[in-house]
């Protein structure tokens, strides 16, 4: 059976061996390599292809290059691969950093293991994952004069932003809209320049703030 690849990122040794080694329990998942800072995964990134991972699970404050450095340096360049925060920062404002740093999930390291494997299995399947809080936190942080968007979208923006509020894959959008995929991915790509947001995580958080999307 094949298996997602996460890499670990965490300055603390011990540490970073043991999410290693919980993570090689979950099924359908396989650490390819762990890193002490944002330079040693840039380095590896750029030294082969065969060093990119599905997931990358990130700690935040590191030596060299922090989390928010290095979750913008993989989302700039790296888009396909999915960030996970794993922090023991709780502060709200450390949360959002990471979140607009482009990081589709946060999560600290007190979670249990179950949890664990569930974000990682959700962020596989939907392209993120949030608890209930840190989803409350970024609704209270998008922002919206009364709760209205005051930018103006096509008929067909407005669509495929409802239809990426579900767990529909960009592929199944594009199906259902008889549309195809690049001309999907040009509404999605226009939507996130026109909303300044870095993911579908940020399209939702809109939608829903914004109402134009009930869930």
Request: hydrophobic letters at 40%; glycine letters at 6%.
């Amino acid at each position: 059976m094949m298996k997602y690849s996460v890499v670990v990122v965490d300055d603390h040794t011990l540490l970073s061996q043991a999410i290693e080694g919980m993570v090689n329990t979950f099924d359908k998942f396989k650490v390819l390599y762990t890193c002490k800072n944002g330079k040693e995964v840039s380095d590896k990134f750029l030294g082969s292809p065969r060093n990119i991972p599905d997931i990358v699970l990130m700690d935040v404050n590191m030596p060299v290059m922090n989390g928010i450095e290095t979750t913008h340096w993989i989302v700039e360049n790296y888009p396909n691969v999915h960030v996970m925060a794993l922090s023991v920062e709780d502060a709200d404002g450390t949360i959002l950093k990471m979140l607009k740093a482009g990081a589709v999930g946060y999560l600290l390291k007190d979670t249990q293991k179950g949890v664990l494997e569930k974000a990682l299995l959700e962020l596989m399947e939907n392209g993120f994952y949030h608890t209930k809080e840190v989803t409350n936190l970024l609704l209270d942080s998008v922002s919206g004069k009364n709760g209205r968007s005051t930018v103006s979208f096509k008929e067909n923006e407005l669509k495929f932003m409802r239809l990426a509020c579900s767990e529909l894959t960009y592929k199944e959008i594009a199906e259902k809209m008889f549309l195809s995929p690049k001309t999907i991915d040009g509404y999605r790509d226009s939507l996130f320049t026109k909303l300044d947001v870095r993911n579908r995580v940020g399209l939702v958080m809109y939608a829903i703030k914004n109402k134009l999307y009930t869930p």
